[in-house]
């Protein structure tokens, strides 16, 4: 089929969570057909265009995303829902569109009048307002438009379209002022649930305070997590429903079925720090309706016009950056002291066989992402072995590997023997002399000393690791090293179709935490075979397979390389190289080398 289009549904911040294909024709004669590549059972539902709706105070509902295109082409804010607005209608879709003046611009067929009503009461209590627009005669608005209408006809439509009573929201915001005033339940139950369940820490939300929450019970749990987590740095279901029955204040939250249901069904894939900027706008925009609601009771007592606008002003200004917090730097705060910005700067961490290389980047500095690349058999394994062996033992970088290879017991055990220059083979085999044990019990020894973590559970993703690095950080151990073997059999996405996608959001999501967290991290890609088929050539940077992201995400690049067919003079080694290909400290180069068999080591 045909691929004609491809829409990114993001999450609130802009990153990217899922992707809508459209093809035409479809299969077995239909006239279209879709599929959605990265979304899961666990992935956030949510709008089209979602940013630009958060910001626009009028949006067009639509009931497809070419639909949604169109009317962004001629400068309208548009959305839909990625299965239509036929499709279940959700309360985040409500908190998303709460007080905003809605058009519902849907197709023109036998569904309209149910789609319709769907949308209509989904909205109920939350809309500022609703008109209906139906653009008679054609299907939808992109045929509309392509019939040779103009914007301006589609201006007058909406122009001379009704205001719908919507009674229903209307009612609501007079009686009940939890609904009158704007508020994220929505995101309020996400950013605790997520904490409680593990998603995040109390870190990922400590800007938001007590009355960012505008519900009374959310008020209680976010303070029962907040103190918890200040005493005993925890702040997990479990804890707060006992703090809260402790203190007789479970009742008062909706006991702990309520907790139980924020912690439940999360999606696996969204964005705290858009949740908590949501929370942070609406508790903006409340301060700025109490204002005006003061506003107009002080006219009414015969204040002063230019004293109640002057004051109006200074509020908004207020509140317009409350909460928020300028993270970008002057070159004046960069600078500094020049002296001190040309300070020697210390080696990064070190791998003494290896340092011929190392020296190339002056050590693996924090931040940077560093990809090993080679083809399979050829010991890019072997070499991450090296690499954590010195920095975790030698060194005592705190570590962490995740291998996805190999169970981690054997990880570990073949990182031992290769230290204790004992075979790896011979040794699960049992053909090892005293000797051999003695050397393999002494470095075992100092692994344990170490300050080094393995786990083989192919379970992680990029959120998880933040929250993993964020513990670790405000546990006062933080992490400075972090390893990956191998990326390809990495499960840390939501699984689309295009696997080179996926990889891309992996690599960029390494980078980013290597640069919050100011870690190093070493990342193990498979290459594909187009060296073999090309005479056995030594390796190049386009020869990482399914990721061409790899090679702008990384800051170096080691490309491996041995004859595996024939052993060098000594036949304990095989002839190998080291190419330095991507080097953002220095130069790039090919290192000539040897592997020894035996240990799976490299060695110059």
């Known amino acids: 089929m045909p691929l004609i289009a491809s829409y990114e549904y993001t999450d609130r911040?802009?990153?990217?969570?899922?992707?809508?294909?459209?093809?035409?024709?479809?299969?077995?004669?239909?006239?279209?057909?879709?599929?959605?590549?990265?979304?899961?059972?666990?992935?956030?539902?949510?709008?089209?265009?979602?940013?630009?709706?958060?910001?626009?105070?009028?949006?067009?509902?639509?009931?497809?995303?070419?639909?949604?295109?169109?009317?962004?082409?001629?400068?309208?804010?548009?959305?839909?829902?990625?299965?239509?607005?036929?499709?279940?209608?959700?309360?985040?879709?409500?908190?998303?569109?709460?007080?905003?003046?809605?058009?519902?611009?849907?197709?023109?067929?036998?569904?309209?009048?149910?789609?319709?009503?769907k949308v209509k009461d989904g909205l109920a209590g939350y809309a500022k307002s609703i008109r209906v627009v139906n653009v008679t005669g054609v299907k939808d608005v992109t045929d509309y438009i392509e019939a040779g209408n103009t914007k301006d006809d589609l201006d007058a439509l909406i122009q001379f379209s009704q205001v719908e009573d919507n009674r229903?929201?209307?009612?609501?915001?007079?009686?009940?002022?939890?609904?009158?005033?704007?508020?994220?339940?929505?995101?309020?139950?996400?950013?605790?649930?997520?904490?409680?369940?593990?998603q995040a820490t109390f870190e990922d939300i400590e800007e938001l305070t007590e009355s960012d929450f505008y519900h009374q019970a959310n008020r209680i749990i976010f303070n029962s997590?907040?103190?918890?987590?200040?005493?005993?740095?925890?702040?997990?279901?479990?804890?707060?429903?006992?703090?809260?029955?402790?203190?007789?204040?479970?009742?008062?939250?909706?006991?702990?079925?309520?907790?139980?249901?924020?912690?439940?069904?999360?999606?696996?894939?969204?964005s705290v720090e858009s949740h908590v900027e949501s929370i942070r706008g609406k508790t903006a925009s409340r301060l700025l309706l109490d204002s005006l609601e003061s506003a107009a009771d002080?006219?009414?007592?015969?204040?002063?016009?230019?004293?109640?606008?002057?004051?109006?002003?200074?509020?908004?200004?207020?509140?317009?950056?409350?909460?928020?917090?300028?993270?970008?730097?002057?070159?004046?705060?960069?600078?500094?002291?020049?002296?001190?910005?040309?300070?020697?700067?210390?080696?990064?961490?070190a791998c003494d066989p290896l340092s011929v290389v190392w020296d190339q980047f002056y050590g693996l500095q924090p931040g940077a992402l560093m990809t090993i690349g080679a083809r399979s058999g050829v010991g890019k394994t072997s070499m991450l072995g090296q690499v954590l062996s010195y920095a975790a033992v030698k060194y005592s970088v705190p570590t962490l590997l995740l291998t996805f290879e190999v169970p981690k017991a054997d990880a570990l055990l073949k990182m031992i023997c290769q230290v204790s220059k004992v075979s790896y083979l011979d040794a699960i085999r049992g053909n090892i002399n005293e000797e051999q044990r003695d050397k393999l019990r002494k470095v075992s020894a100092s692994f344990s000393k170490s300050n080094f973590r393995i786990d083989d559970r192919n379970s992680y993703s990029i959120a998880k690791l933040r929250s993993y690095l964020k513990f670790r950080k405000s546990s006062g151990d933080p992490l400075k090293l972090l390893a990956v073997d191998?990326?390809?059999?990495?499960?840390?996405?939501?699984?689309?179709?295009?696997?080179?996608?996926?990889?891309?959001?992996?690599?960029?999501?390494?980078?980013?935490?290597?640069?919050?967290?100011?870690?190093?991290?070493?990342?193990?890609?498979?290459?594909?075979r187009q060296g073999d088929r090309e005479g056995g050539r030594d390796p190049q940077i386009g020869d990482l397979r399914d990721s061409q992201s790899m090679e702008a995400d990384s800051d170096i690049i080691l490309l491996l390389?041995?004859?595996?067919?024939?052993?060098?003079?000594?036949?304990?080694?095989?002839?190998?190289?080291?190419s330095l290909v991507k080097n953002r400290c220095g130069g790039t180069g090919k290192f000539d080398c040897r592997f020894h068999k035996s240990t799976a080591s490299f060695t110059f």
């Open 13 to 117: 911040s802009g990153n990217v969570l899922f992707t809508k294909n459209r093809y035409e024709p479809g299969k077995n004669g239909k006239k279209k057909d879709f599929n959605i590549e990265g979304l899961t059972d666990d992935t956030e539902r949510i709008l089209y265009n979602i940013v630009d709706v958060s910001k626009s105070e009028t949006v067009i509902i639509c009931d497809g995303e070419k639909d949604v295109e169109t009317l962004r082409g001629l400068g309208y804010v548009a959305t839909t829902m990625p299965n239509g607005c036929g499709s279940s209608w959700l309360k985040s879709y409500s908190s998303d569109l709460s007080g905003k003046d809605i058009i519902l611009m849907l197709d023109q067929d036998h569904k309209l009048e149910d789609v319709t009503k």
């Open 168 to 198: 229903p929201a209307k009612k609501a915001r007079i009686e009940n002022k939890q609904l009158r005033e704007p508020s994220a339940k929505h995101s309020e139950e996400l950013v605790l649930g997520a904490v409680m369940n593990g």
């Open 225 to 270: 997590i907040k103190t918890l987590w200040s005493e005993v740095g925890v702040g997990d279901i479990k804890a707060v429903a006992q703090w809260l029955e402790d203190r007789k204040q479970i009742e008062a939250v909706g006991g702990l079925t309520y907790l139980l249901d924020l912690t439940s069904d999360l999606p696996k894939v969204f």
């Open 298 to 349: 002080r006219l009414v007592l015969g204040e002063a016009v230019d004293k109640v606008q002057s004051d109006i002003l200074d509020k908004a200004s207020k509140v317009q950056v409350a909460g928020r917090s300028d993270n970008t730097s002057s070159c004046k705060e960069l600078v500094g002291d020049i002296d001190n910005l040309l300070k020697p700067r210390e080696y990064g961490i």
């Open 486 to 528: 191998y990326i390809q059999i990495a499960s840390m996405t939501g699984g689309g179709d295009r696997r080179d996608l996926d990889l891309g959001k992996l690599t960029r999501g390494f980078k980013g935490l290597c640069l919050e967290f100011s870690i190093s991290c070493i990342i193990l890609s498979q290459l594909n």
């Open 561 to 578: 390389n041995q004859n595996l067919m024939k052993d060098s003079d000594d036949p304990e080694y095989r002839d190998a190289s080291i």
